[in-house]
């Protein structure tokens, strides 16, 4: 039983109600005042005639204007509330004692360390952060302290800040520490004008073991900080657009937009006003219209599937790219700004030019600079690293524990195609959490084709000439895709259980070397 007193701010008041809850033998488990004159009673639950008799007594007191029931003590309805709170907050916060335990652990430092509640509780926070130094912080000068340390190969930023309790009378006391960990892509918004190049600002949702990956990511990140146009070439589903976006966080260009405009989702005439605005009185608007360009002034402009604009806006955009001029349609005014271009094309660019379908002069005003991203299926070794992502993304998202996942189900899913790519896994693994039924994904919640996998492996082979060439052919494209993987013969010649010399002889054949 909880009570809400309301009353003047009189002295012996308090003492008066002690003394009729003393009189009934009523237990007085706790008592809050606030300064706003009311005083909150926790008390056992009493019978009706006894409750009746007790709000009769206390209203007689003098200066008590009202008495009521309510359902939580303040302390505890703000405790409550802080808790769920705590509890939903995006980043991971855990509480630790004076010896280096976790007191506290919220669903997003769960998730993040992938373990229950009962697992971290009473834990030392050097089980989960082996970098970071907690006795060292709590035996030096107390404050406020941020360090970077790097879970599961990702950066992330944690920021530890003492508790003090007291400090009304006496000298404030720690009690505790409260630890935020972060993504290391959620600090340092301002970045520098020089970046250095272990830099991983915008690349860190890029994860991927083979060397085809860690290829391009290397390569990205070099042209990221440059300014001329960047072409991407990759298909549906391989991540383009988001490749974009972080090349241009990790540019000098970053403070400033994104913009994106896809070539193949509008008209012509809307996609020109689009890019470039339109002057007063067009369109019957009596105020002009600022075009992408013009938006993005300092930034970085994206134009996805730039092979399917038309004629007329290639001619345009030739325009824009020689000196960074253009005019708003219905105006003659030239107007000039800074704005890298990134273009993004899931056909050969070099092949449309060659048939005339694209402008051959734009595209080697766009092929300066090339990033091409390979499809999924021939990087097959990235998609347990890419599973892993995903679940535990999205099992953040639905507010689950992330499941296990099975070495056979890794296989099972680098055997498929993916003839979305990444889209395609992504979603895939959306779908199969929201079907699980226990704490392990298996193949069965992917729904995968059967045949799929082996009768796209057959379309691509050649089957000309002889049998022997034909297997050999075969040995070719296998040797070729696992070496991206395990590039030395030593390492293949052990995936493959065979020696080192065989190997090697066979590399040396077949021509292949490291892409």
Avoid at 39 to 56: G, H, K, V
Avoid at 319 to 330: E, H, K, S
Wanted: net charge negative; proline share 4%; charged share 25%.
């Amino acid at each position: 039983m909880r009570l809400e007193v309301l009353c003047e701010d009189r002295l012996g008041l308090t003492r008066e109600l002690l003394d009729i809850l003393a009189s009934k033998s009523i237990d007085l488990r706790g008592i809050e005042i606030d300064i706003k004159g009311i005083i909150y009673l926790n008390c056992p639950d009493i019978d009706f005639d006894t409750f009746s008799e007790l709000m009769a007594e206390i209203r007689r007191i003098s200066g008590v204007n009202d008495v009521r029931k309510i359902q939580f003590m303040p302390s505890e309805r703000h405790n409550t509330e802080l808790l769920a709170l705590l509890a939903n907050l995006p980043d991971p916060v855990i509480a630790i004692d004076l010896k280096g335990s976790v007191d506290m652990a919220n669903h997003a430092a769960l998730n993040l360390f992938n373990k229950l509640e009962e697992e971290i509780i009473g834990e030392p926070v050097i089980s989960f952060l082996p970098t970071f130094n907690f006795s060292r912080w709590i035996e030096g000068d107390v404050n406020r302290h941020r360090e970077d340390v790097v879970l599961d190969g990702l950066d992330y930023s944690i920021e530890i800040i003492p508790v003090y309790l007291g400090g009304d009378v006496s000298e404030p006391v720690l009690a505790s520490a409260v630890m935020t960990i972060r993504s290391s892509r959620q600090q340092d918004a301002n970045a520098h004008d020089s970046l250095p190049e272990k830099n991983n600002l915008g690349f860190e949702h890029f994860v991927g073991i083979s060397n085809r990956h860690k290829a391009l990511i290397s390569q990205a990140k070099k042209l990221a900080m440059l300014d001329q146009p960047l072409l991407i070439e990759g298909d549906t589903g391989t991540g383009k657009e988001m490749l974009a976006k972080a090349c241009h966080n990790r540019s000098n260009r970053a403070s400033f937009p994104f913009l994106i405009l896809s070539c193949a989702s509008m008209p012509d005439d809307v996609a020109e006003t689009e890019l470039f605005g339109h002057a007063p009185g067009s369109f019957n608007h009596e105020q002009g219209h600022k075009g992408i360009f013009e938006q993005a002034n300092g930034g970085t402009v994206f134009l996805d599937e730039i092979g399917e604009m038309s004629p007329h806006l290639q001619i345009k955009l030739l325009r824009f790219l020689q000196d960074g001029t253009f005019r708003r349609v219905g105006e003659e005014e030239e107007m000039h700004v800074d704005v890298r271009i990134i273009a993004s094309t899931r056909h050969k660019l070099g092949e449309l030019a060659d048939s005339g379908s694209f402008r051959e002069d734009l595209f080697y005003r766009l092929n300066v600079l090339t990033l091409s991203i390979p499809a999924l299926k021939e990087r097959s070794n990235d998609v347990g690293p890419l599973l892993e992502l995903f679940t535990a993304k999205y099992a953040h998202q639905l507010g689950m524990l992330k499941p296990k996942l099975t070495e056979e189900l890794v296989v099972q899913l680098g055997n498929y195609q993916w003839p979305g790519n990444i889209r395609q896994l992504d979603n895939m693994v959306l779908r199969a959490l929201t079907e699980l039924d226990g704490d392990t994904l298996s193949i069965e919640q992917f729904h995968l084709p059967k045949l799929e996998a082996v009768a796209s492996g057959m379309a691509s082979m050649n089957i000309d000439g002889s049998l022997d060439e034909i297997m050999k052919d075969y040995e070719s494209q296998i040797l070729e895709k696992l070496y991206q993987s395990f590039p030395s013969s030593r390492k293949l010649a052990k995936r493959l259980n065979v020696s080192h010399t065989s190997i090697a002889n066979k590399l040396r054949d077949y021509g292949i070397r490291k892409n």
